[in-house]
């Protein structure tokens, strides 16, 4: 069995592209498939996350930290509320609640351009 307590992903390649995502996510095309058939193989990174905490909370397991690798502030924050909007949208409300309960998402960016000194 894979076991895997961390899911890393980069969605954008720069931040506007992230942001803009965020907002209209829910009308892209794959992750349209995601919200229409649950059932299918996902194929938005979203929807992919989705169906494992899924997988992880109707098997008892923990779940696990979502880990977003996107060089923008606040990285977390918008990886959880697109997860977050994306369980609501799927109409789950107990995997919403339990995401929103214990799943992890730090805000990680890292590569912070800092002015010159003299």
Not at 25 to 53: E, K, N
Not at 62 to 73: H, K, M, R
Not at 80 to 89: G, P, Q
């Amino acid at each position: 069995m894979l076991r895997f307590t961390a899911a890393l992903l980069t969605i954008a390649l720069i931040p506007f592209t992230c942001f803009l995502f965020a907002l209209l996510f829910l009308y892209w095309l794959q992750v349209r498939h995601d919200l229409d058939d649950p059932t299918d193989r996902p194929q938005s990174a979203v929807g992919t996350i989705a169906a494992a905490l899924a997988m992880r909370r109707d098997r008892g397991l923990a779940p696990f930290t979502v880990l977003s690798c996107d060089n923008l502030p606040g990285n977390g924050h918008l990886a959880k509320a697109m997860v977050l909007k994306f369980l609501k949208a799927r109409g789950d409300e107990a995997l919403t609640a339990w995401a929103a309960a214990n799943c992890e998402f730090p805000n990680t960016m890292v590569d912070r351009i800092t002015p010159a000194t003299k």
